[in-house]
């Protein structure tokens, strides 16, 4: 007969107390090994919860891109109530997107030198109040004032935040620069489907699509809190996370260098050093540096020829597909969606840019896209509405798989004390550069016409995936 006693002291359990009559050994033989099962998901679960800034700044970025993209639905609604025209209300929200392109500089650079967290925070809280402002019933210019400091607010999110989750995540860049885009870009999903939904409520303080900008501050101002909270405590907490990660991936940590180094050594975990005393015109001839080595302005060059392309694509796809498809109107707006739903694709490209490397996905991606591109010229007016979607489709999807792949190379080549006002100064350009597009292609669609338009989107994508495709080669 086995002693109890002597069964309960070699197991790993040995403050429990010995088997009485009414409990039998095998009860806690059972109990033994659910303890041992409780403890053995302890260390996955605190993996799991290593990807907590990630969540954070992924559901600040949703925030963003769905105030962004809850206004362009509006406009009927707006010109009802202010009884202003399109061209008004399509300058209003150019001032938006202007205020959001002039803040990615000065965002990095803030960044730099202040912390990540702190710049993030402060743009959310700027974003909050204006959504605040559009809350209520105000005249006209109120609400563009209001719209133009959302673009601000908005405007400093992706440049710093890209910097953040590739210091904290070095190993996954791309892996976590994926899920951050995805979550953006759903943002712009979900906007319009908010506005409908809301705008057959009853309002709080006016109309009822008003209430969609409280619901967004109140959800914001939530998310801002958690991050403001959450994420120093990770970053310092969690110094050596970053040379975990590597170890888990082997040696990618020599893709960047020493950046773990930099991270870990820093006095301050949010990456700022504004105990540099380095002045603000010494802080731009650093970064106007950067532009001197060839593979970093090569590759300027290649986000802005896709931007450029992009941004004129999505301004004007519904119309090309009408005018020279020859697909109506819903079909036009259906595929016009479905290059929006594919975006997935950005967490397997990220994905696969951590595993194979950045460049050769970012060849595969634009080498997609602009065969798609190409198609879709051939074979408008050739081909039935299947045959267009097909294009359509995997041009969304080499499209979106690029985004990600971008930071995430950029973030590798640029040096981590200039990571910020780096990237910050890249999508300045980027996004000018997309914010000239629809009107260079809205003029040579009405001097010659859409093919016109399209061929020179065309022309500048081959040029982007010609010089991406270099790159590789002479890496």
């Known amino acids: 007969m086995i002693n109890p006693r002597r069964r309960a002291a070699s197991t790993p359990f040995e403050d429990r107390p010995a088997p009485s009559i009414r409990e039998p050994v095998w009860f806690f033989r059972f109990a033994d090994e659910a303890r041992l099962r409780s403890m053995s998901r302890l260390p996955s679960l605190r993996r799991l919860g290593r990807f ?9 970025w949703f925030l963003a891109k769905f105030l962004r993209y809850a206004f362009p639905p509006l406009f009927g609604s707006l010109q009802t109530v202010y009884g202003v025209s399109n061209a008004t209300l399509g300058t209003a929200f150019t001032g938006f997107m202007l205020a959001y392109a002039a ?13 990540s967290v702190r710049v993030i925070t402060a743009g959310a809280l700027v974003a909050i109040g204006a959504a605040l402002v559009v809350v209520v019933d105000s005249p006209f210019a109120v609400l563009v004032l209001a719209m133009v400091v ?21 190993a996954r860049t791309g892996r976590a620069l994926g899920i951050f885009d995805t979550f953006g870009t759903f943002g712009g999903v979900v906007a319009p489907a908010g506005v409908v939904l809301f705008a057959g409520l009853p309002g709080v303080f006016g109309a009822g699509w008003r209430t969609l900008f409280l619901v967004a501050a109140g959800c914001g101002l939530a998310a801002t809190a958690l991050f403001a909270v959450r994420t120093p405590t990770r970053l310092g907490s969690d110094a050596g996370d970053a040379a975990a990660e590597r170890g888990d991936a082997g040696d990618a940590g020599a893709e960047r260098g020493d950046a773990g180094d930099a991270a870990a050594g820093s006095a ?22 950067l532009f001197r080595d060839r593979r ?24 090309y597909l009408t005018a020279e498809a020859g697909v109506s109107e819903a079909t036009a707006g259906a595929l016009y969606s479905a290059l929006f739903a594919v975006s997935l694709v950005q967490m397997v490209s990220g994905e696969a840019s951590d595993r194979l490397g950045a460049l050769p996905v970012i060849v595969a991606a634009l080498s997609l896209s602009t065969a798609s591109l190409l198609a879709l010229l051939t074979l408008s007016g050739a081909v039935g509405a299947l045959g267009i979607g097909a294009a359509v489709i995997s041009l969304g999807l080499g499209s979106h798989a690029f985004r990600p792949v971008r930071g995430a190379y950029l973030m590798a080549i640029v040096p981590d004390s200039m990571a910020g006002g780096g990237f910050g100064a890249v999508r300045a350009l980027l996004m000018g550069a997309g914010a000239i ?3 260079i292609v809205g003029y040579l669609s009405e001097a010659a016409d859409f093919r016109v338009a399209f061929g020179l989107l065309g022309a500048t994508l081959v040029a982007a995936t010609a010089l991406a495709a270099l790159l590789w080669i002479f890496d």
């Open 268 to 289: 301050n975990p949010d990456g700022g050093d504004a105990a540099d005393g380095a002045a603000l015109p010494d802080d731009i001839r650093r970064y106007a540096g």
């Open 296 to 319: 970093f302005a090569a590759f300027v060059a290649v986000t802005i020829l896709f931007s450029f392309t992009y941004n004129g694509l999505v301004a004007f796809l519904p119309l």
């Open 103 to 115: 803040m990615q500089f000065p965002a990095g650079l803030l960044a730099d030198r202040f912390g």
């Open 437 to 439: 597009s629809p009107a």
């Open 52 to 60: 907590d800034v990630l969540v954070l700044t992924s559901l600040l």
């Open 150 to 170: 959302m673009g601000a607010g908005t405007g400093v999110h992706k440049t710093v935040a890209v910097e953040l989750l590739s210091r904290t995540y070095p």
